[in-house]
């Protein structure tokens, strides 16, 4: 079945470090990817979403691009603050007769200090 | 405009007791879905409901059970709780039944079974 899997956390980063967060899928057919987060008390928001090969999604500063070749959307961000401290998921959409979910990775917490 | 609101935030229980959640969507939207997270892991699907019907269930036992109400609101139900059952339950609601990853999610209600 579809599977997301992301690197272990906690991944603790100085501000204005770059970052990167791994997660390959395995999928049959075309899923859409994406990337939400969880900030502490609050609930899951999107972040970022591509929903075919070679996309890339973009917003805060996060990218994350579509790899079919790789079967991964890893997420990158130049220079990280204070505030991205959170977890982070990846996921891809599933479709079908069985209606439409999301299949999260386990997650992914950054921590940045000052 | 207000987003997804659920009750309670926090619930303890016994084991063998049943539970009720409640969910709220966002004014508009009229599919509701329900995950499970427990902790230290990515949320698992458990159901949609869309326009009042069942649209996807998850690989739930059949103590799991939901509806969804004429206004779009909807009430997840756990019977016979089990020690494993304690986790934070989620709920997102979204414009349609396929959105893609536009789900909206709220704070989750944080069920501890003892």
């Known amino acids: 079945g579809d599977s997301v899997t992301q690197m272990e956390g906690p991944v603790t980063l100085s501000e204005e470090a770059f970052l990167t967060i791994n997660c390959t899928y395995t999928?049959?057919?075309?899923?859409?990817l994406f990337w939400y987060v969880q900030y502490p008390g609050e609930g899951l928001q999107l972040l970022l979403k591509?929903?075919?090969?070679?996309d890339k999604g973009s917003n805060k500063g996060f990218e994350a691009t579509y790899r079919k070749e790789t079967t991964s959307f890893h997420l990158e961000k130049g220079s990280v603050q204070v505030s991205d401290s959170a977890v982070y998921f990846c996921?891809?959409?599933?479709?079908?007769?069985?209606?439409?979910?999301?299949?999260f990775g386990k997650g992914t917490s950054l921590l940045v200090t000052p | 405009d207000a987003g997804v609101t659920q009750s309670p935030t926090h619930l303890i229980k016994t084991r063998g007791q049943q539970v009720t959640l409640r969910c709220s969507p966002i004014?508009?939207?009229?599919?509701v879905s329900w995950y499970q997270q427990v902790l230290g892991q990515g949320p698992q699907f458990i159901f949609q409901?869309?326009?009042?019907?069942?649209?996807g269930r998850g690989n739930f036992p059949d103590r799991f059970s939901a509806r969804q109400f004429p206004n779009y609101s909807s009430e997840l139900n756990v019977n016979a709780l089990l020690l494993g059952d304690s986790a934070l339950y989620l709920c997102?609601?979204?414009?349609?039944?396929?959105?893609?990853?536009?789900?909206?999610f709220g704070s989750g209600t944080q069920l501890s079974v003892l």
């Open positions: 004014s508009g939207h009229k599919s």
């Open positions: 999928a049959t057919g075309y899923p859409s």
């Open positions: 591509a929903t075919k090969a070679d």
């Open positions: 996921a891809l959409s599933r479709n079908s007769n069985s209606g439409y979910a999301l299949n």
């Open positions: 997102a609601s979204s414009l349609g039944a396929g959105a893609d990853g536009k789900l909206f």
């Open positions: 409901y869309y326009e009042k019907e069942e649209r």
